[in-house]
């Protein structure tokens, strides 16, 4: 790991990194809170997203100030600052076609874009593993929704170094997905918009329903898939500290 | 309303009363902070339950203690304090029935069970609205699951008083409730569990997406009817608290 940048502001240290994996350079941020870290979260992006989604860095700043943990966020394959002009006008031209898609009547997520996830996340699960393998001993715990989901099912299905969970927006559409879910026995926690227009009702379920583990909680709420009520953050902290300690 | 008994313990006063409405004498527990409360919770206990079932007593003191809210109970008509040796003898012979029934091929609460917890829901909620009355202007929290959560929809829909509630361990099975769930506007938390042998799935989900709230959260747990694990009783009082301030 090569550290490429730092800075400090309101008691969290964010320290910009480059990790190489398997010919890989793979852009990082870790953020630190003043003490020596309690645990460390590791903040898996959505589609189209990055290490500095508003998502990921808001319960960043939450985990270390509050918590008094660590957080880690990579930029996905072909996400963040691992994406060329091409792909990016490639991934808004998707974007855009799906959007138009998103009706009441036209639910539902193409197949060959989940497909292509599925595909990608061995390579993505073996880049988290290489943090881990960076980081060293310690409590780990694991959020991602939507693509954090499907890459994280594949990541947390095994590795046994992650004891906890929070994921959300995704749905059982494959066997392979089944499987993984199975091996998954750590504590859950998964979030489901109800309102969804990628993943269908029943598919969700049945994915919650397919978790191995004795400790898990679905949160479901009304709206769309990019709509997560901010209350869920709360539900999100609360949860990781409740099993990290 | 008449006092009858009052205690102090871990800094809550517990207020055994009397209450007068329509000729009948609902006993009830009201517990107080040191201060002026800033808030009130009803709390309504599940069939075969009482006002010091272990889940109320319990939700009231963290209500109070962490909270500075007031929390309030009532026996139901026919329970706790107000049920004669016949009728809990009857009772008891009802659950002893029931659990013989509750086999993973022999789901479902009793029609005519639930049609007598529906007929008897004007009831329990004008005695809800006559403590209302003795209590006064304030802001006005419901909590109750299973029975509680009938007779407080019945409560809810035409209460204007009641600013919050969270419920749970119910289904959509009549007409009635529909009209109740769609008159229902105010912030909802529902508990269900997923295993339950007396509420179906299908009736769970179906109740909740009824509501007519537009802020309302689903939150659903593996295990049986009586099971839902203790972290949401951290999450009940995280919503009432997020709501009452």
Partial sequence: VEITAESVADGVTERRFDLKVAGETVPGLHWLPEGEPRATVLLGHGGTGSKRAPNITALAGRLVRE??????ALDAPAHGDRM??????????????RQQRETPGGRGLAPSLFRSLMDTA???AAEWQGLLDELGPGAFGYYGVSMGTVYGMRL????PRISVAALGLGGLLE???????AAITIPVLFLFQWDDTLMEREQALALWDAFGSADKTM????GPHGGIPDHERDAVVAFLHRHLG
């Fill in 67 to 72: 918590c008094g943990y660590a957080a880690v």
């Fill in 84 to 97: 060329s002009a091409e792909q990016r006008a490639a991934m808004e031209a998707r974007v855009a076609a």
């Fill in 122 to 124: 061995p390579q993505a």
């Fill in 156 to 159: 947390l299905a095994g590795e």
């Fill in 175 to 181: 066997e392979e997905q089944r499987r993984q879910a």
């Fill in 219 to 222: 949160h479901v709420n009304p």
